[in-house]
Structure formats: structure tokens, C-alpha cells
């Protein structure tokens, strides 16, 4: 007691401060937040070590008594848990790696994740994470994916349970983020409608099976999403949740990424435009990167940050029209091209297929649809792409060398998308075709 100063009132003062703010049992956390960070690791990886040790002590233990076991042959397989996509090493470099806002970002879920695994019961985040090209958006998403996942996983009965769930509403945004769209994550219909229509027993049983640990959604590409799909994905999560009240997405955490300025929802009105009724994006915070980290094509990608956000009155600079004239390679070119109008796009389509293919062959579309009194698939005369929802054109022509794009979604998993580009190599027809 001789080396300290006023020990009685340091003691009184303890005491107020507890009664008053209450003990902060993770005040370190706040303080400095990427020390702790790393003092958790290195925690967990301890006592992974240790765990380990004593199986092998015991496990050596016993080994005189199995003569089978006395010798160990050269491994041949090796069972592992299931793990998370990025190491601990790969997930620490990612999280060093955030600049100002996004850590700001990041630290703010993974907070919510530590209150959640404690047991505190902290409201749901809803974030919409915007900015422009190169601006760290998706690299943001795999470091709160990455730590989100490993916090949350403590809470799972099993390593396969999902905690953190990515999708998109195309194909081609939820492959580039091997994730699936979110129509076939939850199961929602191509076309949505009001009043909400519930999903079944059957399916819902096996979504909340399989969701029944959800604990953060993240929406890539939130621009193509209109109010009407937002609203499915609240009904769908409220369904798994069964939360009994009309708590916005189930009480599920929903972090929103994408960019307004780019390409808006195919039919429906974009989220920020007014909405009739219950309006579940005024429930987001709006949270933007400013930051061009990307380095590669960091200058082009400055670019279409200032077109992005350019008035049609406004100049462009000259540094940047001297850029966009460097790219173009001409009408010739094989690079893809865009046009306003179907019309137009077909009649450069046809005339690259001549150029690249003196020869092409004509596939003409069959339609069958199945016969209710036989029970089998007949022939239907004439078109009917639109009515069996096939989104197949009438005659099709291809060659050797064509390029091709897949205009549907076939297998998001294997990344033929909506979108995705090849080029036919070969056309091998059977006996008895004839185009």
C-alpha cells in the first residue's frame, strides 16, 4: 500500500466507474482493435496446439496393445475439417491489408459478431456498403466474410453449418463471388408478385435446415435488386427465422453491396426510388469507399469513377478522351460489342459469323411439349420460346471459331452463366441430322 498514491480514493473511483458504465469485458477490443485481433489468433491457435498434443500423448499411449497400429505405413489419405476458404495467415494479410473505411467497416461487424458470440443479442446490421470501380467493395467482402465466419462458427453444431451467406441476383456477380443468385439460394420464383406468396412446407423444411445458423446475408450487386425481390428475400428469411413478428429480413444482419450509378434492376424501380407501402431499404446505413486501392488500371479506374458521376452537360477532361480513343480498336475488331436496339445486335452478329464463317450451320429450334392423354413429349409445330420460357431463338447458326454467349443460366457452380463468353471449336452432328 506504501507504493501507491490515495489508494482509497483509486478504489472509490473503481467502484463509480464499474456501478456507472458497467465492466468492459472486450474494452481492449475498442481500444485497439487489430492488436486483439491478432491476440485472439493466436489464442485460438494455442489452444488448438495443446488439443492436438494431448490426442497424440494419448494416442501413443495405447498403441502397444493394437499390434495393427505399432507400425504406420505410408499415409494414403488424409481427413480434414471442414475449413475456411482463406487461412489464418491468408485472413490476417487480408485484414491488415483495409484501408481507413473499410477497417471502420469491417471492425463494426466483426464487434457485432464478438457481441453475438457472448451472448448479448445485439440488433441486426443493416449496411449498404457503395463506391466506385476499384474502391475495395469485394475486397471488403472476403475479409468480413473471412472473420465474420470464423467468430460465428463457434455458435454451429457443425463445420458445414452456414453462418455467413453470399449471393447475387445474376449468375455471372454470384460466380465471380462463388456464391449462388439469391432466386435460387432462397428459392424464389423467376417471376415475383404481390401479395407475397409463402414458400411450402417440403422446401421451407430444408431451407431452415440448412439456414437455421444464418446469421449475416450479403447482397452483391444490390443495384440490380428492385423492391419487389427484397421484399421476397424478407418473407423468405422471416419464413426459415419464424421470428413471429414482422422484424425487417427475419432478424438476419443484411449488408448491401453495390453501386447505384450501374446497371439498375432489368424490369422493377431501383431501391432508392420512392416505394408505396413498407420500405425495407430505409432500414440500411449508407456506408461509401472514396479510395481507388485496386493497382492495377488504377488510372483507368479513376476514370470511370469521374464518369460515373458526370452530368451529361458537363466536359469531359482531355486526359480522359485521349484514354477512351486509345481503346478503340475499330469496326472490325472481335471485341465485344454493345447496341441500343436487338435489331441491331443481330445484324452484327450475322455479319461476324459470315466474316469468321464461310459455312455455318442451321439449327432450327424444336419445341415438345408433353401430351396429357398419352403422357409423352410430342413435336409442337412452329415457335414457342416465350410460352415454355426456353429463351431459345428460332434458328441458330454456328461454325467453327464463332463466339457464343449463354443467355441463360445453366450452372452457376461451373460458371455457365448468363453472360458467359466461349468460341465453338468443333460441331459433331449425329447420324441421321440434317440442318
Request: net charge negative; glycine share 6%; with cysteine.
Amino acid at each position: 500500500a506504501r507504493f501507491e498514491i490515495d489508494p482509497e480514493n483509486l478504489e472509490r473511483a473503481e467502484e463509480i466507474a464499474h456501478h456507472v458504465h458497467g465492466l468492459e469485458e472486450d474494452a481492449w477490443g475498442d481500444l485497439c482493435p487489430e492488436q486483439e485481433l491478432e491476440r485472439d489468433e493466436c489464442a485460438e491457435e494455442l489452444r488448438e496446439q495443446q488439443a492436438t498434443e494431448i490426442a497424440d500423448e494419448q494416442l501413443v499411449e495405447g498403441l502397444e496393445n493394437v499390434p495393427d497400429l505399432q507400425e504406420r505405413g505410408r499415409q494414403v489419405a488424409q481427413l480434414e475439417r471442414n475449413r475456411l476458404v482463406l487461412s489464418r495467415a491468408e485472413g490476417l494479410a487480408l485484414v491488415r491489408s483495409l484501408n481507413e473505411t473499410q477497417q471502420a467497416v469491417f471492425y463494426q461487424v466483426r464487434q457485432w459478431c464478438l457481441q453475438k458470440v457472448r451472448g448479448e443479442n445485439p440488433p441486426p446490421l443493416h449496411v449498404f456498403l457503395t463506391g466506385g470501380a476499384g474502391s475495395g467493395k469485394t475486397h471488403l467482402i472476403r475479409a468480413i466474410q473471412y472473420e465474420a465466419g470464423r467468430l460465428l462458427s463457434t455458435l454451429c453444431d457443425q463445420p458445414d453449418e452456414i453462418c455467413v451467406l453470399l449471393t447475387a441476383p445474376t449468375g455471372i456477380a454470384a460466380y465471380n463471388l462463388n456464391a449462388a443468385t439469391i432466386h435460387h439460394t432462397l428459392s424464389i420464383g423467376k417471376q415475383c408478385s404481390l401479395p407475397y406468396i409463402p414458400l411450402g412446407e417440403d422446401k421451407l423444411n430444408s431451407l431452415r435446415a440448412k439456414f437455421r445458423h444464418l446469421q449475416i446475408l450479403v447482397i452483391d450487386e444490390i443495384s440490380m435488386v428492385d423492391h419487389l425481390l427484397l421484399a421476397y428475400v424478407h418473407g423468405r428469411l422471416r419464413q426459415i427465422k419464424q421470428t413471429g413478428d414482422f422484424s425487417p429480413f427475419g432478424n438476419v444482419s443484411v449488408i448491401a453491396v453495390g453501386d447505384f450509378y450501374q446497371l439498375p434492376p432489368v424490369k422493377g424501380k431501383p431501391l432508392y426510388s420512392s416505394q408505396v407501402g413498407v420500405d425495407l431499404w430505409c432500414h440500411f446505413n449508407v456506408v461509401q469507399l472514396t479510395t481507388v486501392v485496386r493497382q492495377k488500371d488504377s488510372v483507368f479506374a479513376e476514370l470511370l469513377n469521374r464518369l460515373r458521376v458526370r452530368s451529361r452537360d458537363t466536359p469531359m477532361l482531355e486526359s480522359d478522351v485521349h484514354i477512351l480513343k486509345s481503346c478503340e480498336t475499330g469496326e472490325e475488331s472481335s471485341a465485344l460489342h454493345i447496341f441500343p436496339t436487338n435489331r441491331k445486335v443481330n445484324e452484327h452478329n450475322l455479319k461476324q459469323l459470315c466474316r469468321t464463317c464461310p459455312d455455318p450451320v442451321t439449327i432450327e429450334a424444336q419445341d415438345f411439349m408433353n401430351n396429357r392423354s398419352t403422357g409423352k413429349l410430342e413435336l409442337m409445330a412452329g415457335h414457342h420460346s416465350a410460352a415454355l420460357d426456353t429463351s431459345l431463338e428460332e434458328t441458330l447458326s454456328l461454325g467453327p471459331d464463332a463466339r457464343v454467349m449463354l443467355c441463360k443460366n445453366v450452372d452457376v457452380e461451373d460458371g455457365l452463366v448468363n453472360g458467359a463468353c466461349g468460341t465453338v471449336t468443333h460441331i459433331q452432328l449425329r447420324q441421321g441430322d440434317n440442318f
